[in-house]
Nanobody
Framework: VQLQACGGGLVQPGGSLRLSCTVS????????MGWFRQAPGKDRELVGS????????YYPDSVKGRFTISRDNAKKTLYLQMNIMKPEDTAVYYC????????????WGQGTLVTVSS
């Protein structure tokens, strides 16, 4: 499995942005997909995950109600819709994947920079 993320950019506070992550390789039925972010000087943070088959999602409190993770099986693409964005959402965002039985994400895409600023 290979991941290719895109869609980052500059957005004003309160604005919206959608990230995409194109997936290539083997079928994803047994995978969990996640979006992470890492701001300068901070630890990497999970901001959303989805079980590819079934669509069960998870969000931490920091983004719940503002971020939505989804996937398009036909396009083999993972999305992260970010609304009501805040300056503290500024970070490099990564998509990642792991088999459902695995504890850690072990497949990573390249990061895409998101900057929230007026």
């Amino acid at each position: 499995v290979q991941l290719q993320a895109c869609g980052g950019g500059l957005v004003q506070p309160g604005g919206s942005l959608r990230l995409s992550c194109t997936v290539s390789g083997r079928p994803l039925a047994n995978y969990v997909m996640g979006w992470f972010r890492q701001a300068p000087g901070k630890d990497r943070e999970l901001v959303g995950s989805i079980i590819w088959s079934g669509g069960i999602t998870y969000y931490p409190d920091s983004v719940k109600g503002r971020f939505t993770i989804s996937r398009d099986n036909a396009k083999k693409t993972l999305y992260l819709q970010m609304n009501i964005m805040k300056p503290e959402d500024t970070a490099v965002y990564y998509c990642a994947a792991k088999r459902r039985a695995e504890l850690n994400y072990d497949i990573w895409g390249q990061g895409t920079l998101v900057t929230v600023s007026s």
